[in-house]
């Protein structure tokens, strides 16, 4: 009978054993899978790449695409990057993407995972129209916001006067200087990162983040008036009316019923 008890008592603590290590193990890789779902919103992917979503889905980790970079420019997430393992991605402050003409890394995709029509123009490679991200200025260090003259971003830029371009305006502090400040245009900017790679502050002052965290949506809903493209848009649009309780009145009777409250 002591013999059973001793042997069941050893049994429990075991089970009590694997079942914490089980429960330990699952909390781990948990943890990992949300570490690694947050820091996939923020990652720069090659040019070409697909949405996010969809580019984790397609992407069989196979690093073809970082053996063709002739720069190293590309990496694959490591365990413990806190990344989606196996996938490709670069860091512009460390090594920006140099804009390659022939785009190597898209071409020797196998899964599609990069779209060589998405960086293709009337058929042909164009990197210019990658959008591998957006440069955003944080105006509180960079130091031409502070009226100190530098154009190491601009004078970075690959598309020089398109996707950067330099504003003036008067610096009312001293009177007599101006300042020169970057000015990103969404529309030209591919995410190489050769400006952020290029800022002289000790941390840049310039990121260039996702273009699906670094731009805000305006909605359909509004028009630009001036641009003919956009107004197009007003032709078979139809007049919504919405009915509230003070809409039901006329102006004048709204306006009496207020100044009735009032006394």
């Not at 923020?42 to 720069?71: H, Q, S």
């Not at 670069?90 to 960086?119: E, H, N, Q, T």
Request: aromatic share 6%.
């Amino acid at each position: 009978m002591e013999k059973e008890q001793g042997s069941d008592r050893r049994k429990f603590i075991l089970d009590m054993a694997r079942g914490v290590g089980i429960a330990a193990l699952g909390g781990f890789v948990w943890s990992a899978f949300i570490d690694e779902a947050k820091a996939s919103q923020l990652l720069l992917r090659p040019p070409g790449a697909l949405k996010e979503n969809d580019f984790l889905r397609t992407c069989i980790k196979c690093g073809l695409c970082v053996e063709a970079c002739p720069y190293d420019t590309l990496m694959l997430a490591r365990p413990g990057d806190h990344r989606p393992l196996g996938t490709p991605f670069f860091l512009p402050r460390d090594v920006p993407c140099y804009m390659c003409p022939d785009i190597p890394c898209v071409p020797v995709c196998p899964s599609g995972a990069l779209d060589k029509k998405s960086v293709s123009t009337e058929g042909h490679l164009n990197i210019k129209s990658a959008q591998m991200g957006l440069a955003v200025v944080d105006q509180e260090s960079c130091i031409a916001f502070w009226g100190i003259q530098c154009d190491a971003c601009y004078r970075a830029c690959p598309i020089l006067g398109e996707a950067i371009t330099i504003e003036y305006s008067k610096n009312e502090r001293t009177g007599k200087h101006a300042f020169m400040v970057p000015i990103v245009h969404s529309g030209a900017c591919t995410g190489c990162g050769l400006c952020e790679h290029a800022c002289v502050t000790q941390k840049a002052s310039i990121h260039i983040l996702p273009r699906e965290v670094a731009m805000g949506k305006a909605g359909n809903h509004y028009i630009k008036g001036w641009d003919k493209k956009d107004e197009k848009r007003l032709e078979n649009a139809k007049e919504i009316k919405t009915t509230t309780e003070i809409s039901k009145k006329s102006a004048v009777d709204s306006l009496n019923s207020g100044m009735k409250d009032l006394y």
